[in-house]
């Protein structure tokens, strides 16, 4: 596999928020991974809360999904991913976390595609917020790919989502401890009771002398909180509260008509943070004005985080997409 390094990132010049925050410059730094820009289809790979560009390669989140021989083949595609400006992979931090939508990083992330000169994607990918910025990065530039595949995601963030976007605000901006506490209470929205049955079954820890779910939520509050930053947890947390293409603009029958890419949406049937029933739903929507439409679900009792476990299924439910391509080529 061959990781090009890129020393610079892309410098996005005189942005203005949705909020109508100004922003004379911000770096957007990214990795690009496989066959060699224009030499090949691009996949853009979306990030998700606490990830970042390294989809593949050492310390890549998605190991499973991409590299050599995998699902999205680095010998047959360019694979390409943005770090979220703020995520905190970089030195550029953003305080100001209430001045940035969802839609604001789709336009810096197609800005970015611009800046590549590169003019339309094989196929955007991503999962939980990732996917809702490939939502918004379509109905801002319904010409930008061929293939959407939202994994675990909405075009829109729902009642229960910003409920819970909420709650993880209050914790950031008032607990003592507040990376660790997010996070422990965001682990009840990633999996699910019969994950935590599946995986636990009400063991004790006679270490701690704590139930093994207490030491175990507590561990990846902790392991969060030594990698990663409040600002950037604030930043993503509202990127995920603002998900919604039609925010200020039209409907989503009129802007998703536009567009002639296929969308394939994936659902988990666990999520107890974007629900199957939801995906479904839009789904049923899509299919009411749009013939390229597919639905698949993952079957699991890992909620939320399915999308991150179940490569099996995952591999199951992309190969027509990307195996289809690469026989072609």
Known sequence: MKLENIPNPIIIQNFITESGAS???????????????????????NHALTGNAQVTGENGWWNDLIGEGKTIDTTQYTILSFNVPGNGNDTFVIENYQ?????????IFLQGIKALNVEQVYAIIGGSVGGGIAWEMLALEPNITQHLIPIATDWKSTDWM?????????????????IEDARIHAMLCYRSPESFKEKFQRTVNENLNIFNIESWLAHHGDKLQKRYQLASYKLMNQLLKTIDITRNKEDFETLITKTKAAIHIIGINSDLFF???????????LKKFKENVFYSEIDSVHGHDAFLIEYKQLDHLLADIFKAETIKN
């Open 23 to 45: 922003y004379p410059t911000l770096p957007l730094s990214f990795a690009l991974f496989g066959l060699p820009l224009h030499t090949a289809p691009v996949v853009l790979v």
């Open 99 to 107: 001045d940035f939508t969802t839609r604001d990083v789709a336009k």
């Open 162 to 178: 910003i409920a819970n976007c909420f709650l993880q605000e209050q914790i950031l901006n008032n607990s003592s401890k507040p």
């Open 275 to 285: 629900t199957a029933k939801e995906n479904r739903e839009t789904f049923e929507e």
